[in-house]
């Protein structure tokens, strides 16, 4: 064995290879049978996460078919009615996993499979692990048609290839084609001074500086003087062909006077470091002007491994009379490039000659590496230690009926807790109460709600204004092709539309004679739709009974008859 490793390990040394062709090449195959045009690319900037796989646009409709991309066996199956709806997981011998989501269904097999899991749960949302000998399947093999279920934004295949820690990895990396043939875009370049004494033209706050395009991927900023320690932020993203839909880049680097800076590989990241995308990008100039600034420094609470920094953290220190050429090089995936030379004017200014950041200071400080509990009267908020990616004064105070716990741009990692005291409503009352979080224009969004005696709590990732609501109204329920006495033999689903205007859809359950059905429901349409291929009426007079649930226990039912024919 020893003797082996030795005889390959210079081999190994010795071959010139990027780190990409380390991957296998040729193992995986293209999950459609169709070219491969994408509407989302791997690692690109989403609300709260990178994403995690490949988009794969499916001419505006469901229904294709989704083959497997290399043999292996179903490992797991998820039906969810929010993100992934119904996702499919292949484990290869490899060690890799692919990923297959927002689908319609599953192949007739895999469909039969989960549905009898579904009907012994009487549930739709069901999540399965099967053994290795269960659902093998062979590279190629229909496994499922493709869909809009879940948190979809429109018909599509979302891909993913996970390594054998469950890491989503760039699955272009792994050999597949796409067509790309324009450079990233590059829509804006920011500065960021960093302590009291940095400036960029005499200002210490973020600058926007303007951008001028002088052709074939290459620009350069305008002139501005500067000095101390400056961080740089850039917001760009690509096109590919064929598709209009703007993408994440593969590749950014930093240099300043030809020495390397930093340099952000969109390569693979784990699930658990996703969400430290709002300490990378300006989170509060992405609430404020939609509009994500990728950061070219790494500051305290950032361990994504996407970043590579080399010596001051992608800072630029600015000192006196000397000449600083920044540049920031921005790649996609085929390698066409933007490149960014941003000449920086070295010059000094007294501290009462730079306009200094504006601090709202508040009686709330809280720092970001200690707990932190506050009481109002009738409100409690508790905030963890390490929600908070940097120390701030929060704007908390109680507004009309709520209570505002600071704004929603200042992003938190983990949730915060606040607490409502309901003791002044009756405990009848209190089963129709729930905590709204209330948007600047006055809607109200139903948050999960805690209910303990006294106290009404909820968990939440957002700041902003919560407020205590009563929803004393159950679900409407509408059916869509049912009507009394129909006969429904040559119809091959039972559709509903159900809605709940306060708290949305808390649950459902039909039964036809007694005995449970499987209904299926997607909230992005407000469907829930029963498939009669699923046989279970033996009788030709059928008794339908609909119960609808919102989300603090208000129901609804609809009862029925039709007749159909076996
Ligand atoms: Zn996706």
């Not at 796409?178 to 370049?189: Q, T």
């Not at 009426?537 to 609808?548: A, G, Q, S």
Request: proline share 4%.
């Amino acid at each position: 064995m020893r003797f082996i490793f030795l005889l390959l390990l210079p081999l190994f040394l010795c071959s010139p290879v990027k780190a990409q062709e380390d991957l296998p090449q040729d193992y995986f195959s293209s999950p459609l049978e169709i070219p491969l045009i994408l509407s989302g690319t791997f690692a690109e900037l989403r609300s709260n996460h990178f994403h995690s796989g490949l988009d794969i646009k499916t001419h505006q409709k469901t229904g294709l078919n989704v083959l497997a991309s290399a043999e292996g066996y179903v490992s797991r199956i998820k039906v969810s009615h929010f993100g992934y709806g119904k996702a499919l997981y292949i484990q290869h011998p490899n060690g890799y996993t692919t990923v297959y989501a927002h689908l319609k269904k599953f192949s007739p097999a895999i469909q039969a499979y989960i549905r009898k899991v579904q009907y012994a749960k009487e549930s739709y949302e069901v999540e399965v692990f099967p053994n290795a000998n269960e659902l093998p399947v062979t590279q190629n093999e229909l496994i499922a048609y493709s869909g809009n279920s879940g948190g979809s934004g429109g018909p599509h295949l979302h891909f993913e290839i996970r390594d054998a820690a469950a890491s989503p990895m760039n699955p272009l990396d792994f050999g597949f084609k796409i067509e790309d043939n324009s450079h990233p875009l590059i829509e804006g370049v920011f500065v960021y001074p960093q302590g009291e004494n940095s400036h960029v033209n005499q200002n210490n706050n973020r600058q926007k500086l303007r951008v001028i395009p002088l052709g074939n991927g290459n620009y350069i900023t305008e002139n501005f003087e500067a000095y101390g320690t400056l961080g740089f932020g850039v917001s760009t993203v690509d096109r590919l062909d064929f598709a209009p839909n703007k993408n994440g880049v593969y590749q950014i680097k930093t240099s300043v006077n030809g020495n390397k800076l930093m340099q952000i590989d969109f390569k693979k990241f784990s699930f658990s470091e996703s969400r430290y995308i709002n300490r990378f990008i300006d989170y509060a100039y992405y609430k404020n002007e939609r509009n994500r600034v990728q950061k070219l420094f790494k500051e305290d609470n950032n361990p994504l491994s996407i970043i590579t920094t080399y010596g001051e953290k992608g800072f630029v220190n600015v000192q006196d009379s000397l000449d600083y050429n920044y540049t920031i090089e921005v790649k996609d995936f085929k390698g066409n490039t933007s490149t960014i030379k941003v000449p920086i004017i070295s010059k000094t200014f007294s501290l009462e000659e730079i306009t200094p950041k504006k601090i709202d200071s508040t009686a709330y400080f809280a720092k970001a590496g200690q707990a932190i509990a506050f009481d109002e009267d009738g409100f409690d908020i508790y905030i963890p230690k390490g929600a908070l990616y940097e120390d701030a004064y929060l704007d908390i105070q109680k507004d009309g009926e709520g209570i505002k716990v600071h704004h929603d741009s200042t992003p938190l990692h983990k949730n915060m807790t606040i607490g409502f005291d309901v003791s002044n409503y009756t405990v009848k009352d209190r089963e129709q109460l729930y905590v709204a979080r209330m948007t600047d224009w006055g809607a109200a969004y139903y948050v999960d709600t805690y209910k303990k005696n006294n106290r009404f709590s909820v968990s939440t990732k957002t700041f902003g204004k919560y407020e205590l609501k009563q929803d004393s109204v159950g679900p409407k329920i509408t059916p869509i092709n049912f009507r009394e006495k129909r006969w429904m033999s040559s119809e091959n689903e039972l559709i509903f539309k159900i809605e709940d205007e306060l708290t949305n859809i808390g649950g459902y359950r039909a039964t036809i004679n007694g005995k449970f059905i499987l209904m299926e429901y997607d909230y992005k349409t407000d469907r829930l739709v029963y498939y009669f291929e699923d046989d279970i009426i033996k009788e030709t007079e059928n008794k339908l009974k609909l119960i609808v649930l919102d989300n603090v226990g208000n129901s609804t039912t609809f009862e029925g008859t039709f007749f159909r024919k076996n």
